[in-house]
C-alpha cells in the first residue's frame, strides 16, 4: 500500500468545482484543495457519484479557487484506511 509522504498532491489529477462532472467514475481518495491549502480528504467508491451531491458542497462553494484532486484506488477495500492514513498525515502530523 503507498504512504501518505509519498503523494504530492499538486501532482494529482484534479478538476475545478465547476467540473465535478467530469471525475471518473473510479473508487478514490480526494482532496479539496482552495488556494493550495487542503480544506478535506474524503474517499468514495465513485468519485464522480460522491461529487454529484456532496453533503459539505455549500460550504466548500464559499472557499475560492476549489480543485478536487484526486487519487484512484485499484482496491476499494483499501479506501477506509488510506482516508485514515492521509488525514493523519495532512491534517494532524503537519500542525
Avoid at 45 to 74: A, G, P
Wanted: charged share 20%.
Amino acid at each position: 500500500m503507498m504512504q501518505s509522504q509519498t503523494i504530492n498532491i499538486k501532482n494529482l489529477p484534479n478538476v475545478s468545482l465547476e467540473n465535478t462532472k467530469n471525475l471518473p467514475i473510479s473508487a478514490g481518495i480526494y482532496f479539496v484543495v482552495s488556494d493550495e491549502n487542503i480544506q478535506y480528504i474524503g474517499k468514495s467508491i465513485s468519485l464522480r457519484t460522491r461529487w454529484l451531491n456532496h453533503h459539505r458542497m455549500e460550504e466548500i462553494k464559499k472557499c475560492s479557487n476549489v480543485k478536487i484532486h484526486y487519487l484512484i484506488v485499484e482496491q476499494a477495500e483499501n479506501l477506509n484506511q488510506l482516508e485514515r492514513r492521509f488525514i493523519s498525515f495532512f491534517f494532524l502530523i503537519r500542525f
